[in-house]
């Protein structure tokens, strides 16, 4: 299954809104009826950490302006309002198909 | 509390080999599928290899295909990634990645150069 992420670069003003998609060329809907599309963040420096799991979940300690949304292959990340923190590279990953296959990323950064 | 502690990275010459092995705790191992993503200097993120739950189903990517051997031990909660015929190219952090993307290890560092 292959993952394509647009854009792959974002610039974006402190506050604003951002969005990023990704879209599967699969129906990422698993045959429990669950749909497994997450969104993980890189922060410079740092390690991945997830913030989405199953399309819409957000992680424990993610902020709530992190949302997630989609179905069938069509998924897409949104920042209501974006912080300097929020700097870094966002992929998502498949987990419904084998082999799990994830985005080319798209790297946010503050303009 | 989940952990995966990556060991085995270093320096190797050019056509060397390595055995990384990343030693999972706090989750039922088996159970899982997992595998490896590593990160070159100043570049993202690229998975190398997986494995299914039960060590029958393995993927590699295109670059490390007949380089490189993942496997893993479910009696030792243990993950592996053989690496041989290493070039400068495979220089990078290897992490161990739980099914989920929810737990990483901290990764190990490979570098080839001579």
């Known amino acids: 299954v292959v993952m394509t992420q647009s854009p792959l670069s974002l610039p974006v003003t402190l506050g604003q809104p951002a969005s990023i998609s990704c879209r599967s060329s699969?129906?990422?809907?698993?045959?429990?009826?669950?749909?497994?599309l997450n969104w993980f963040q890189q922060r410079p420096g740092q390690s991945p950490r997830r913030l989405i799991y199953?399309?819409?979940n957000r992680d424990s300690g993610v902020p709530d302006r992190f949302s997630g949304s989609g179905s069938g292959t069509d998924f897409t990340l949104k920042i209501s309002r974006v912080e300097a923190e929020d700097v870094g590279v966002y992929y998502c990953?498949?987990?419904?198909?084998?082999?799990?296959?994830f985005g080319q990323g798209t790297k946010l950064e503050i303009k | 509390e989940v952990q995966l502690v990556e060991s085995g990275g270093g320096l190797v010459q050019p056509g060397g080999s390595l055995r990384l092995s990343c030693s999972a705790s706090?989750?039922?191992?088996?159970?899982?599928?997992m595998f490896w993503v590593r990160q070159a200097p100043g570049k993202g993120l690229e998975y190398v290899s997986g494995?299914?739950?039960?060590?029958?189903?393995?993927d590699y990517a295109d670059s490390v295909k007949g380089r490189f051997s993942i496997s893993r031990d479910n009696s030792r909660n243990i993950l592996y990634l053989q690496m041989t015929s290493l070039r400068p190219e495979d220089t990078a952090i290897y992490h161990c990645?739980?099914?989920?993307?929810?737990?990483w290890g901290q990764g190990t560092l490979v570098t080839v150069s001579s």
């Open positions: 990645v739980k099914d989920g993307v929810d737990f």
């Open positions: 699969q129906s990422l809907v698993y045959s429990d009826g669950n749909t497994y």
């Open positions: 494995i299914g739950s039960d060590g029958r189903d393995i």
């Open positions: 199953k399309v819409s």
């Open positions: 990953i498949q987990g419904s198909h084998w082999p799990r296959t």
């Open positions: 706090g989750f039922r191992f088996s159970a899982y599928v």
